[in-house]
T-cell receptor, first 116, second 111 residues
Framework: AQSVSQHNHHVILSEAASLELGCNYS??????LFWYVQYPGQHLQLLLK??????LVKGIKGFEAEFIKSKFSFNLRKPSVQWSDTAEYFC??????????????FGTGTRLKVLA | ETGVTQTPRHLVMGMTNKKSLKCEQH?????MYWYKQSAKKPLELMFV???????ENNSVPSRFSPECPNSSHLFLHLHTLQPEDSALYLC??????????FGPGTRLTVL
């Protein structure tokens, strides 16, 4: 079955700590990969995306993610978090499955709280 | 107005009511989506429209009925809902199934 797993549901870090949020997917077809972020009281918005090419992608606000095809992973990283990074982060996969149906699958989300 | 807008922002309805949620995108995109966001569950894709034709319907109960009259507007018609349908309903749009732009959502409560 097609799925996206985010292993950390809640993460609490101090400012300047490094961040890595895990994302693994299961999908039988060509995929595009995304990380979305939802800041408190705001809309979901795109953080970064991978369609093809360099597996290390850079997004807004110093975030980056690495696509490792052999591990079906797309982990999100930031070397030094700030209080303003407090938000919920969603990993997502989209694509056309082997049965010809279109899917856009989100993970359950990771709530990040950064302590000032 | 820019981006993706949704109305109403909050809706309380009884199980016998009929109501509609509206979504409008001002981005010139050709695909629109309805999602359901419930507490402690992943975002659930309900419907996908591309060029005003329904591309995907992920086994959504018939008490939810989508309508896409043109590429800028998307409706979700609600009829005889259940309390478990209470959730945040999000609309999104994209160009060619790429990056999605989300609206603020409609917080629905079914009594």
């Amino acid at each position: 079955a097609q799925s996206v797993s985010q292993h950390n549901h809640h993460v609490i870090l101090s400012e300047a700590a490094s961040l890595e949020l895990g994302c693994n997917y299961s999908y039988g077809g060509t995929v595009n990969l995304f990380w979305y972020v939802q800041y408190p009281g705001q809309h979901l918005q795109l953080l970064l995306k991978y369609f093809s090419g360099d597996p290390l992608v850079k997004g807004i606000k110093g975030f980056e993610a690495e696509f490792i095809k052999s591990k079906f992973s797309f982990n999100l990283r930031k070397p030094s978090v700030q209080w303003s990074d407090t938000a919920e982060y969603f990993c997502a996969v989209n694509g056309w499955g082997t049965s010809g149906t279109y899917k856009y699958i989100f993970g359950t989300g990771t709530r990040l709280k950064v302590l000032a | 107005e820019t981006g993706v807008t949704q109305t109403p922002r909050h809706l309380v309805m009884g199980m016998t009511n009929k109501k509609s949620l509206k979504c409008e995108q001002h981005l010139g995109h050709n695909a629109m989506y309805w999602y359901k966001q419930s507490a402690k569950k992943p975002l659930e894709l309900m419907f996908v429209y591309s060029l005003e034709e329904r591309v995907e319907n992920n086994s959504v109960p018939s008490r939810f009925s989508p309508e896409c009259p043109n590429s800028s507007h998307l409706f979700l018609h609600l009829h005889t809902l259940q309390p478990e349908d209470s959730a945040l309903y999000l609309c999104a749009s994209s160009q060619e199934f790429g990056e999605q732009f989300f609206g603020p959502g409609t917080r629905l409560t079914v009594l």
